[in-house]
């Protein structure tokens, strides 16, 4: 019964979020009707924004190249290759002054929760994907590169480092890779993951560096490395996690409804940890230059000491892959979700009426909660006359006229069946008392001087409020009053007598 009663009522238009949580476009989304085929639903919205400058890849390693087919056990080659070199990047965020984060995901006005409430006992929270492009996800990155140079030279083997800490020290100024892409997203990016792959500068056009790696009077080596790099960037929300304090629900890949207990309330405010993660792929080629002008004092021969990869086909290339993925935590937020709360009278009693007259009184029904509530009535018995539906704003009230003419004497008594979208009390009852009479029932009679109210069809309602009144009651009849007259007639002469 109670499904039935639901499902002919009218579509909720769900109210808006709390100001706090809420931009004016956030606001737009969430007072936006759920499906309109449900009756009982309510939305809620969440700004979000997560960010990192933390490298996302360390240490994208080339190894030592170029590769022999007998290496030490360091991996170098002697003779067979006298100068070789091993490149190490670190995927990262650009360098200060710079304060752009490396990475950015925001959904700023469409991460709307859904609450909905198919039975008494439990709330179904999902986060449904917005229908508007809106989440941005943003990568602006660089390439930090360690070398190392090995030389085995004239008799004498040296090996050099330049590391990332003296890159950012010294040439950072000087710095020219910076790659940045941004794409847009249907909020929450749960269903599908976002794909950013972010292009790379052309390889001419990347030198990361070009210096002295070492200037001694032993040892004189130049270096330059170029490097090109298009990565790509995907998110995805993995979880969301309701409760302040312990989770009471979570929605995940595996299950993607959380159930909340029912509670007797006028809206839900939940905090939520919202996670998610960042897969991150792509293949680094790194273009080395290396000419050894000295060891150990020794010029060496123009030639021999060089070692030159930097072209497009003899560049070293390597696969990576971020492993395990990326972690995204959001702040916590607040999701406030707004309800509607009806609360009825238990019972009223409509007073005593003559057979054939009505009366009508109205019974005060509030909405309490955040959200408009709608309102289906039916009567149990025809001797009391109720309005088939009605709507009420949130924070308000409606008056319920009840309408009842008696059709036998004595004490009559209906129920009248309150159906709403209230989550915890969709049925309510009200019971209703009369009484009918074949005596002609006083009316009160109105205020000195006040006009006598001019009779108004029952069922009209103003659009503020309440718009019942109680109908006029019954009055004495011409006849009547001609009757108590001829009464007082006989009496007076019978005392004459």
């Known amino acids: 019964m109670r499904a039935v009663v639901r499902s002919a009522l009218l579509s909720v238009a769900a109210a808006a979020a709390s100001a706090s949580l809420a931009t004016p476009a956030l606001a737009d989304v969430v007072d936006a009707p759920c499906d ?3 009756l009982t639903c309510s939305r809620g919205g969440a700004a979000l924004r997560a960010e990192s400058r933390a490298p996302v890849m360390s240490s994208i390693g080339t190894g030592w190249v170029p590769a022999c087919a007998s290496p030490d056990p360091s991996g170098h080659c002697g003779s067979d290759q006298p100068v070789q070199v091993s490149i190490s990047m670190d995927l990262a965020a650009l360098p200060t002054p710079s304060t752009e984060p490396l990475w950015l995901v925001e959904m700023a006005r469409t991460a709307v929760v859904e609450a909905r409430w198919p039975s008494t006992k439990t709330f ?5 994907t917005s229908k508007v492009t809106d989440g941005t996800f943003k990568v602006s990155h660089t390439l930090i590169p360690s070398v190392r140079v090995y030389a085995t030279l004239l008799g004498f083997s040296r090996e050099w480092t330049y590391d990332a ?18 794409v847009q997203f249907p909020p929450w990016g749960f269903d599908a993951p976002v794909t950013n792959t972010v292009p790379s500068p052309s390889l001419t056009n990347t030198t990361l560096l070009n210096v002295k790696l070492i200037n001694t009077t032993d040892n004189n080596v130049d270096l330059a490395v170029a490097a090109k790099t298009s990565p790509t960037f995907s998110y995805r929300t993995t979880k969301v996690t309701f409760g302040t304090g312990a989770p009471i629900g ?12 029912m509670v007797d309330a006028d809206f839900l405010e939940l905090g939520a940890d919202v996670e998610g993660e960042i897969e991150v792929t792509g293949e680094l080629t790194a273009a080395p230059y290396v000419a050894v002008n000295k060891i150990a004092g020794f010029p060496v021969p123009g030639g021999i000491g060089v070692l030159d990869l930097s072209g497009p ?5 390597k696969a990576y892959a971020a492993t395990p993925p990326v972690s995204v935590k959001f702040p916590n937020v607040k999701v406030r979700l707004p309800l509607p709360n009806v609360k009825a009278p238990k019972s009223i009693d409509v007073g005593t009426v003559q057979l054939g007259q009505n009366v009508e009184k109205p ?14 009535f039916e009567s149990s018995d025809p001797q009391f006359v109720v309005v088939a539906s009605a709507e009420t704003a949130k924070k308000s009230a409606y008056d319920l006229a009840i309408r009842f003419t008696p059709a036998k004497e004595g004490l009559q008594s209906a129920t009248i069946t309150v159906a709403s979208n209230d989550p915890d009390q969709p049925s309510q009852i009200i019971a209703v008392t009369g009484n009918g009479t074949s005596v002609p029932v006083a009316a009160n ?12 069809p029952f069922f009209k309602r103003e ?3 309440c718009g019942c009144r109680t109908a006029s009651p019954a009055g004495f009849s011409g006849a009547a009053l001609g009757g108590l007259a001829l009464l007082g007639a006989l009496f007076a002469r019978r005392r004459r007598s």
Do not use: H, W
Not at 250 to 261: D, E, G, V, W
């Open 36 to 38: 309109v085929k449900s």
């Open 124 to 128: 179904d929270l999902t986060i449904p």
């Open 165 to 182: 800490s003296r890159f950012l020290t010294e040439y950072a100024s000087n710095f020219n890779y910076v790659a940045t892409n941004s």
């Open 250 to 261: 979570q929605i995940t890949q595996a299950s993607k409804t959380a159930k909340l207990p």
């Open 313 to 317: 086909l003899n560049a070293p290339k």
């Open 363 to 376: 019974a005060k029904i509030t909405n309490t909660g955040e959200l408009g509530a709608t309102m289906k």
């Open 445 to 456: 009679p109105p205020p000195s001087g006040a006009p006598d109210d001019e009779e108004e």
């Open 463 to 465: 659009d503020s409020g």
